[in-house]
């Protein structure tokens, strides 16, 4: 089910990465609910919530890294 708050992602989300990371979770996670909604448009089993989880994190990843334990933003350069 998509995410309305910030404060509605699960623990894992909330406790480990920025809050500008959060969003890109968020944002992500319900636009994936939204695009794989019928199971034909998922990859093997997944679940519809599994789909979207492993989306946002995708997503996250694209712009964030874990250094040392800490979610930290990539640099640019």
Do not use: C, F
């Amino acid at each position: 089910m998509p995410y309305k708050k910030l404060t509605d992602l699960p623990d894992s989300v909330r406790d480990n990465l920025p809050k500008h990371a959060q969003e890109i979770y968020q944002a992500a996670y319900n636009s994936a609910w939204d695009t794989y909604k019928s199971a034909e448009d998922r990859r093997g089993n997944a679940t519809r919530e599994e789909t979207a989880h492993r989306v946002a994190w995708s997503a996250v990843k694209e712009k964030y890294e874990k250094q040392d334990e800490k979610w930290v933003a990539k640099s640019t350069a």
